[in-house]
């Protein structure tokens, strides 16, 4: 029940195209739904994030568009660039314990 | 400049030997933790701490050990215990329960190769 699973392991899209990561909860009482996006040898930063009081949180390029009754929430990158080529990982947390729940990780290549 | 550093970047140590990572944060977070990352793995947590003094083991503590002396400081050691030590190692840090914040700020991390 404290699993997030993301989908799909990995992601090839051309520029410009739209890539679009999936992930999977099952606890309700998670309240916070981050992404971060990781280089390789580098570690993770904060992407965008949301909560479960709205259905869509966008920023720049960035959009979070979550389905509370399906217990579902996804990352759309809008004009995806060479440069967004990285691993995205999706994460959940609840106020109880301020821990973050992570997905296995997206790896994404932006072909140019 | 705030932000998590860790040092050093690459660490090699002989089979046997424990091995202390560094992790120094200077944002006044309450929050630390402790990630290990293998190839092409997500992140699984072996310990964090909410406060000083502080600290709750995480999913894959066996074989890993820490202390919470202050607030900015917060060295992982990977024990001898360990029987798979090699990977890459996070810290992280996060404002935590003072500011009821969730979010994670990592430092570069650390490559360790046990041979």
């Known amino acids: 029940q404290q699993q997030v699973k993301q989908s799909p392991q990995s992601l090839i899209v051309q520029k410009g195209g739209i890539s679009i990561i999936n992930c999977a909860y099952e606890?309700?009482?998670?309240?916070?739904f981050p992404w971060y996006q990781q280089f390789p040898g580098k570690g993770p930063a904060l992407l965008i994030a949301?909560?479960?009081d709205v259905s869509e949180k966008k920023e720049g390029r960035f959009t979070i568009s979550f389905n509370k009754s399906a217990k579902q929430f996804s990352l759309h990158i809008m004009d995806s660039q060479p440069g967004d080529s990285a691993t995205y990982f999706c994460?959940?947390?609840?106020?109880?314990?301020?821990?973050?729940?992570w997905g296995a990780g997206t790896k994404l290549i932006i072909k140019p | 400049d705030g932000g998590i550093t860790q040092s050093p970047k690459y660490l090699f140590r002989k089979e046997g030997q424990n091995v202390t990572l560094s992790c120094e944060q200077n944002?006044?977070?309450?929050?630390m933790y402790w990630y290990r990352q293998d190839p092409g793995q997500g992140l699984r947590l072996i310990y964090y701490?909410?406060?000083?003094?502080?600290?709750q083991k995480g999913d894959i503590a066996e074989g890993y050990s820490v202390s919470r002396e202050k607030k900015e400081s917060f060295p992982l050691t990977v024990t001898s215990a360990q029987k798979n030590p090699t990977a890459f190692y996070l810290c992280?840090?996060?404002?935590?329960?003072?500011?009821?914040?969730?979010?994670?700020?990592f430092g570069p991390g650390t490559r360790l190769t046990v041979t």
């Open positions: 701490s909410q406060i000083v003094n502080d600290f």
């Open positions: 949301i909560r479960p």
């Open positions: 994460a959940a947390s609840m106020r109880s314990n301020y821990q973050l729940i």
């Open positions: 606890n309700t009482a998670f309240d916070y």
């Open positions: 992280a840090s996060s404002p935590g329960l003072a500011e009821s914040s969730y979010e994670q700020y």
């Open positions: 944002l006044n977070h309450d929050a």
